[in-house]
């Protein structure tokens, strides 16, 4: 999987060197020139070559949100329609190569769009919790104003931790109601911005951050979020 990720993003790298001479870097601001890149291919209807520019796209947005925010990778290592970035400072997945070609055509598409590679369902969203939880074996972070705690309780493997406590702020929901409820207290952006890498990268720091800060409030420490851990919310 590591080598198909790699791979895919040396080679975009390259391609959008050659066309716009202009060696990508990595950084946060480098999206401007991969968005630019994309829209060029906007009025390109061939599914096998928007595919293959949504895989290395996916690719190099992917790793650099590992880079920038921290992520881990899963597929089969065979088919980027099948890789997924799953965040470690939250609980948040989404598809790289889906979000890249939403980002492509500047709009979601459908599963009858003749654009969309044969056999997939494009789902460019970003994921949350979407049950009231607490981060894994949470460690509630120490008040110097409260008398020490009792001694944490130890969970038994595969035991659900504790809820979370509610704050007057907090209405209790899961993370992706709260997180969508927040969001939509933001000013709107066009279409085609909404769509681009940078905005999606820059929705995703926010969630982030968003998370970080009603978990601190609720006294919780920063978690790490692992393989192991999706898998069990996946089970």
Known sequence: MARLVRDLEHNFRD??????????????????VVDHYLAQARKETRAPILALLAAGAGAYFGELVCRHLGGLWIGD?????????????????????????????AA???????????????DPAIHLQTEPRPPPNPR????????????????????EPL????????????????????LAELAPVPVDEFYSLTTRYETLELILQLLATRHADAGYDPYT???EDYLHAFS
């Open 108 to 122: 979601e598409p459908g599963p009858d769009d003749p654009r969309v590679p044969a056999g997939l369902t494009p």
């Open 77 to 105: 290592g065979r088919d980027p329609r099948n890789l997924r970035l799953l965040m470690t400072p939250a609980f948040a997945y989404f598809s790289p190569f889906d979000l890249a070609f939403a980002a492509i055509l």
């Open 140 to 159: 509630r972070a120490v008040d110097p104003d409260e008398p020490p705690p009792d001694p944490p309780e130890v969970l038994e493997a595969g035991a």
């Open 15 to 32: 391609a959008v060197e050659r066309s716009l001479n202009f060696k990508l870097d990595g950084s946060v601001t480098s999206l401007a």
């Open 163 to 182: 809820p979370l406590p509610l704050l007057p702020h907090d209405d209790g929901s899961d993370d992706a109601t709260w997180i969508g409820a927040r």
């Open 225 to 227: 979020y692992t393989v």
